[in-house]
């Protein structure tokens, strides 16, 4: 099988913490206060203050700091990626190497190993009878950080066929596979929803409305209504769509397909299609900066990272950063581009503004997940031999 990846990376311009006094933390603050007029068996009314809410904006972590390994993770993973959830968790998705998902806390520690077997039946899914197990692939979180949903390369069990692989095609009629959503509070799989044949890459619509998945040999998009839990639409698009970044106003879904050199725009208004075309040889993964204005793909087939006008799609300038740059991920401010290169063994950061190579750090063998914790300021790589290596 040949491993291949992207990662998506969501930046944001600041994290805001809201702090209500003497509130329950799972319900809103607005609105809930001790009314002034309550009267108190023999306390004072103005001796009891008025509760009240503070919202603060927690600082964007610097970016301009030279990078170095701060600690390396290891135990029963082989991770195909990594994403931080932007609230203190970050998820590595092991494939079928181990079945499963592993959940860190913003430091590494361990938090939970999440199987990945599940009852189809209980989820209201026929034909698979007793339990089935998935391959985890990629990740992505809803705009509140309740929901996670993790794409299944295959699935195994009772009805599925040969496990999926990435030498395919429409032709070649691959077992679909499913999509799961994992509940973050309880770290506990709580929807199943069905997609097209080895799905890849799977990202979440700032607005929460949809997620979209792309069928690696479906050679398609499935869009998922959030509301509804289902697929409602399935958008052709060539051969190996791969990466996914959604606009910051949740209008246009850019994807990435690798068996060409173009880059789909899909707009999640009507479905339509518009493409910017000779981005380069095999498009695999999709930055955008956080407003909007920057595309960056990682160009499997040449070896080079390509900066993007995506509104006129105009490629801007193009750099070398290593062998087989594969995936990405931006700082919150959008100064800098951190790329992993699986055939050298390295991670580049970059100036996303110039493009100019600023640092090179020695990772794991063959990494291939990226990701930066906006709580930290850290970057994670995965390296697909069976580490994580964070770095500060």
Same mark, same amino acid.
């Given at each position: 099988m040949r491993?291949?990846?992207?990662?998506?990376?969501?930046?944001? $311009? &600041?994290? !805001?913490?809201?702090?209500? *006094? +003497? *509130?329950?933390? /799972? #319900?809103?603050? &607005?609105?809930? /206060?001790?009314?002034?007029? =309550?009267?108190l068996p023999g *306390?004072? $009314?103005?001796?009891?203050p008025p509760t009240t809410t503070t919202t603060t904006t927690a600082p964007i972590p610097n970016s301009d700091r030279t990078l170095a390994l701060v600690k390396t993770v290891t135990g029963d993973i082989a991770p195909k990626s990594v994403v931080a959830s932007g609230r203190g968790l970050v998820f590595a998705q092991n494939m079928m190497y181990k079945h499963s998902i592993t959940v860190y806390d913003a430091a590494g520690a361990l938090v939970k190993t999440i199987p990945d077997t599940v009852d189809l039946a209980a989820f209201g899914i026929p034909g698979h009878a007793g339990t089935s197990r998935g391959a985890p692939v990629e990740? &992505?979180? $809803?705009?509140?950080? =309740?929901?996670?949903? *993790?794409?299944?390369?295959?699935?195994?069990?009772s009805g599925f066929g040969p496990e999926g692989s990435d030498e395919c095609g429409p032709?070649?009629? =691959?077992?679909?596979?499913?999509?799961?959503?994992?509940? !973050? +509070?309880?770290l506990v799989i709580d929807q199943v929803i069905g997609v097209g044949p080895v799905p890849k890459y799977v990202a979440v619509s700032p607005d929460g409305r949809f997620v979209v998945v792309t069928n690696?040999?479906?050679?398609?998009?499935?869009?998922?209504?959030?509301?509804?839990?289902? #697929? !409602?639409k399935r958008i052709p698009l060539g051969p190996y769509p791969r990466g996914i970044v959604i606009s910051p106003d949740s209008r246009t879904a850019y994807v990435a397909v690798m068996g060409t050199s173009n880059i789909a725009r899909i707009d999640l208004g009507n479905f339509a299609v518009s493409w910017i075309y000779n981005v380069g040889n095999?498009?695999?993964?999709? !930055?955008?900066?956080?407003?909007?204005? #920057?595309?960056? &793909?990682?160009?499997?087939? #040449?070896g080079r990272v390509a900066k993007l006008d995506p509104i006129n799609g105009v490629v801007q300038n193009k750099v070398s950063t290593g062998q087989a740059p594969r995936s990405m991920t931006m700082? $919150?401010?959008?100064?800098?581009?951190?790329v992993v290169n699986y055939g050298s063994g390295t991670m580049s950061t970059l100036d996303a503004a110039t493009m100019g190579n600023i640092q090179d750090v020695k990772t794991g063998f063959h990494p291939i997940g990226i990701t930066y914790d906006r709580t930290t300021g850290s970057v994670w790589v995965a390296n697909y031999?069976?580490?994580?290596m964070i770095y500060g």
């Amino acid at each position: 099988m040949r491993r291949v990846l992207i990662a998506l990376a969501v930046a944001a $311009t &600041a994290i !805001v913490i809201t702090v209500a *006094v +003497a *509130v329950d933390d /799972h #319900e809103p603050a &607005a609105g809930r /206060h001790l009314a002034s007029s =309550t009267s108190l068996p023999g *306390v004072s $009314t103005t001796s009891i203050p008025p509760t009240t809410t503070t919202t603060t904006t927690a600082p964007i972590p610097n970016s301009d700091r030279t990078l170095a390994l701060v600690k390396t993770v290891t135990g029963d993973i082989a991770p195909k990626s990594v994403v931080a959830s932007g609230r203190g968790l970050v998820f590595a998705q092991n494939m079928m190497y181990k079945h499963s998902i592993t959940v860190y806390d913003a430091a590494g520690a361990l938090v939970k190993t999440i199987p990945d077997t599940v009852d189809l039946a209980a989820f209201g899914i026929p034909g698979h009878a007793g339990t089935s197990r998935g391959a985890p692939v990629e990740v &992505a979180f $809803t705009p509140d950080g =309740t929901k996670a949903y *993790v794409s299944n390369y295959s699935m195994y069990g009772s009805g599925f066929g040969p496990e999926g692989s990435d030498e395919c095609g429409p032709g070649n009629r =691959t077992d679909a596979s499913f999509v799961y959503r994992i509940d !973050v +509070a309880t770290l506990v799989i709580d929807q199943v929803i069905g997609v097209g044949p080895v799905p890849k890459y799977v990202a979440v619509s700032p607005d929460g409305r949809f997620v979209v998945v792309t069928n690696w040999c479906g050679y398609d998009a499935s869009i998922i209504d959030v509301a509804s839990g289902t #697929e !409602v639409k399935r958008i052709p698009l060539g051969p190996y769509p791969r990466g996914i970044v959604i606009s910051p106003d949740s209008r246009t879904a850019y994807v990435a397909v690798m068996g060409t050199s173009n880059i789909a725009r899909i707009d999640l208004g009507n479905f339509a299609v518009s493409w910017i075309y000779n981005v380069g040889n095999g498009p695999r993964h999709l !930055v955008l900066s956080p407003d909007g204005t #920057e595309l960056y &793909a990682t160009l499997n087939g #040449e070896g080079r990272v390509a900066k993007l006008d995506p509104i006129n799609g105009v490629v801007q300038n193009k750099v070398s950063t290593g062998q087989a740059p594969r995936s990405m991920t931006m700082s $919150t401010d959008g100064k800098r581009l951190y790329v992993v290169n699986y055939g050298s063994g390295t991670m580049s950061t970059l100036d996303a503004a110039t493009m100019g190579n600023i640092q090179d750090v020695k990772t794991g063998f063959h990494p291939i997940g990226i990701t930066y914790d906006r709580t930290t300021g850290s970057v994670w790589v995965a390296n697909y031999t069976g580490s994580i290596m964070i770095y500060g």
